[in-house]
């Protein structure tokens, strides 16, 4: 047990802070105004987001918000928060805050608290096991700018990803195991979130190896080591490794948006074909995202379940994400135990 205190900043993308049109609006303004998000000169962002996306598209997903909206609030947020608090009770020298990259809690105010508990380091730490730019360096940065900002001299250190860890990938076998969704299912879906092909491409700094080579994502490569792509594709590998499965399973790529081509297949397109290949009853796990959010509950386990459905499907059920799982939250908490020492 390290004697120092250590300030711990569970960062996330956010959230609306209500199921409104106000609250959507404001969030989205935020989110998608980040270069990290829609990457284009700032003129073209500036017109998508203010001319087109806010404007219109808070009324055209105010029912997907309220679809899942839990009692005490956003699923993102409700879970995140019984993590938080859970993994908090674990030990006295660990402080663990929440910072959203957008809307609140902010990363500004986790990381202000984490200054007033007097702690001795602060590990910076995206709750996202692959990375990509647009999730965990977005979070890193901003984070980062802050503590500039704020004047912060408490040193700090980053986690940039866990996609590889056994605490992760033992949990997931876990969790996807154990679940009756797996157990009653013919198929197994991995469903990631999807990334435009720009942003994978610029990760590759040759200029020569992403998507230019056959199967470039799924063999590791000196050119390769921080695709978020290939991450997916290796947490699948280690995953399958580990649970053995009784069925097929698949990888897809979900939340497709604008008109960028985005890293395949997609998730809908791969849905959709299942029953003409005899695949009736299938589970769909989301290993990118840790908490239930939006992406799994309402455009997995609701929309993309009734284009299933529709397409000749009997049966879609979601794995529940990890969220506050007691294993899970043990392994976590012994992983940051080990990073400190």
């Given amino acids: ?28 303004k935020e989110f998608l105004s ?3 998000i829609i990457d284009t000169n700032t003129l073209l962002r500036w017109a998508i987001v203010n ?9 055209m997903i105010l029912h997907q918000y309220q679809s899942i909206w839990m009692d005490q609030g956003s699923p993102l947020l409700v879970h995140s928060q019984m993590f938080l608090e859970k993994i908090s009770s674990k030990t006295p020298n ?34 996202f096991p692959q990375y990509a730019q647009a999730t965990s360096g977005s979070c890193i940065n901003k984070a980062v700018e802050l503590i500039n900002e704020l004047n912060i001299e408490t040193p700090y250190t980053t986690i940039e990803y866990f996609f590889h860890n056994d605490f992760y990938i033992d949990s ?16 197994l879906l991995f469903s990631f979130h999807g990334l435009p092909q720009s942003q994978i491409k610029k990760m590759d700094l040759s200029n020569r190896y992403c998507l230019k080579e056959i199967d470039c994502c799924r063999n590791r490569s000196i050119y390769n080591q921080l695709c978020y792509s290939h991450q997916c594709y290796d947490t699948v590998n280690k ?42 009853n299938i589970c769909v796990v989301c290993p990118a995202f840790v ?31 990890l969220n506050d799982e007691s294993k899970w939250v043990d392994r976590f908490h012994k992983f940051l135990l080990g990073r400190v020492h």
Avoid: H
């Avoid at 001319?51 to 009324?59: D, Y």
């Avoid at 879609?316 to 994400?321: E, G, R, S, Y």
């Fill in 239 to 280: 995953v399958v490794k580990k649970l053995k499965p009784d069925k097929p399973y698949g990888l897809a790529f979900q939340s497709r948006f604008g008109m960028s081509r985005w890293i395949e297949p997609n998730t809908t397109d791969v849905i959709k074909n299942l029953p003409s290949n005899n695949k009736k």
């Fill in 291 to 321: 908490f239930d959010c939006l992406e799994t509950l309402e455009e997995i386990a609701i929309r993309n379940n009734k284009y299933f459905i529709d397409s000749g499907g009997e049966q879609l059920k979601l794995v529940p994400a």
């Fill in 94 to 127: 660990f402080i663990f805050e929440l910072g959203m990259r957008y809307g609140n809690p902010s990363i500004r105010d986790g990381l202000m608290k984490l200054e007033r508990e007097g702690v001795d380091e602060i590990v910076l730490l995206p709750m």
């Fill in 1 to 28: 047990m390290p004697d120092k205190k250590i300030g711990c900043l569970l960062m996330n993308i956010g959230t609306p802070a209500n199921p409104n049109v106000k609250a959507i609006r404001s969030y989205l």
């Fill in 34 to 36: 980040d270069p990290n």
């Fill in 51 to 59: 001319l087109i996306v806010v404007p219109f598209r808070p009324k």
């Fill in 172 to 187: 997931l076998v876990e969790s996807i195991n154990q679940s009756e969704e797996y157990l009653e299912s013919d198929f």
